[in-house]
């Protein structure tokens, strides 16, 4: 397959290229399978990457849960295509248990044609104080043109190096390379956390909280103009841009009229959060329910792999999709209804086939 790619950009322009396509929201892509759960299904992939354009989305990430090393390559392949030029593609990079294998993993994104990446910190036990991390940390980056986004993260991973776990002085530091260009702030760091990544980093790198209420409060503090690599389609349709808009907004400096687009989706951010609070704390998703809240505004749908990542889905079942729709008119969306084409992903229902499981049933 000859895969369309963007135009290169420099380490040097990297800072300025993510403030001019950084605005606005990214969401995660994630994979479509044949009914039996053998195969991945392109068509399907590529479904959800135009639909990514309809929601005006500036980047997708590919998220690849449950897929195989070499399933993940080629779902990153088939969304990169897809893209061409009308949407950005990330996706994770940088990991490793040894450098070279992290510095591969980086050489492997370029290849791929990913615009930019998610980099985690390395956890590797030998990797103990703040200078070695940050020395492993710039080797990686360094050994890559493509734009960085660090991801300050949940757990207990840092907390020797500041009590609320996000590492501020290797994040400092690194925002000092050119190519690191923003910081992903996922959805359990609280508000005093929050504050003080944007008074320390927010004038350095862009920040991509997940924590929509937080954002007017973080704005007063340093510029907001994107939220980074979640399922903005809870909180959203292409018809009801809500996060997009409200990004947008904020970006301009119409805090006051950002507000009024956040309390007409407010119920869907609340829904987010509930779904995700039992599990995100424990480095799990709720994958089923993310997958179908693509699905009910539009998207292909289709259950994923069950357990994958170390961690069991969180069931499925036909009343929690019924609160999802009905969350979803309350917000001024009509929400997709019928789970037996959920189930099977829209295009192969629209084809004939069907899944295994009953719309009766959990998912």
Not at 8 to 33: C, I, M
Not at 252 to 262: L, N, P
Request: proline share 5%.
């Amino acid at each position: 397959m000859t895969t369309t790619r963007l135009a290169p950009v420099s380490k040097a322009d990297r800072k300025d290229w993510a403030h001019e396509r950084f605005v606005g929201a990214e969401s995660s892509l994630l994979p479509s399978f044949t009914p039996d759960m053998s195969q991945l299904d392109e068509a399907g992939i590529r479904y959800d990457v135009r639909q990514s354009v309809k929601h005006g989305f500036f980047s997708l990430f590919c998220a690849g849960v449950g897929l195989t090393p070499e399933e993940k390559q080629r779902f990153i392949e088939i969304a990169v295509d897809e893209a061409g030029g009308d949407i950005l593609v990330s996706s994770g990079a940088g990991g490793g248990a040894t450098l070279e294998a992290a510095i591969a993993s980086m050489r492997e994104a370029e290849e791929l044609g990913l615009s930019h990446v998610m980099y985690s910190l390395p956890s590797a036990a030998h990797l103990e104080s703040e200078e070695d991390i940050l020395s492993f940390a710039r080797q990686v980056i360094e050994a890559t043109d493509l734009g960085i986004v660090l991801y300050a993260q949940s757990g207990k991973r840092f907390s020797k190096l500041h009590p609320g776990n996000v590492p501020l002085g290797i994040f400092e530091a690194l925002s000092e390379l050119p190519n690191v260009v923003g910081a992903k702030l996922t959805q359990v760091l609280d508000p005093v956390m929050t504050y003080e990544c944007g008074q320390r980093l927010g004038k350095k790198l862009l920040l991509g909280p997940v924590n929509l209420e937080l954002l007017p409060l973080l704005a007063s503090v340093c510029p907001v103009q994107f939220t980074a690599m979640w399922q903005v389609e809870a909180c959203q349709s292409p018809d009801k841009p809500y996060v997009v808009d409200y990004l947008r907004l904020l970006s301009q400096g119409r805090t006051i009229e950002a507000v009024r687009v956040y309390w007409q989706m407010q119920p869907l951010v609340r829904l987010f959060w509930e779904e995700q609070a039992a599990v995100l704390r424990d480095g799990g998703h709720p994958w089923s329910h993310l997958k179908y809240h693509t699905w009910a505004v539009g998207g292909n749908g289709g259950t994923l792999r069950q357990g994958s990542g170390g961690h069991a889905f969180a069931p499925l079942p036909p009343a929690e999709r019924q609160r999802i729709r009905e969350t979803y008119a309350t917000c001024g969306i009509v929400a997709d209804s019928n789970d037996d084409e959920f189930a099977a992903g829209r295009l192969n229902y629209a084809r004939g086939e069907r899944s295994h499981l009953s719309s009766s049933e959990s998912f």
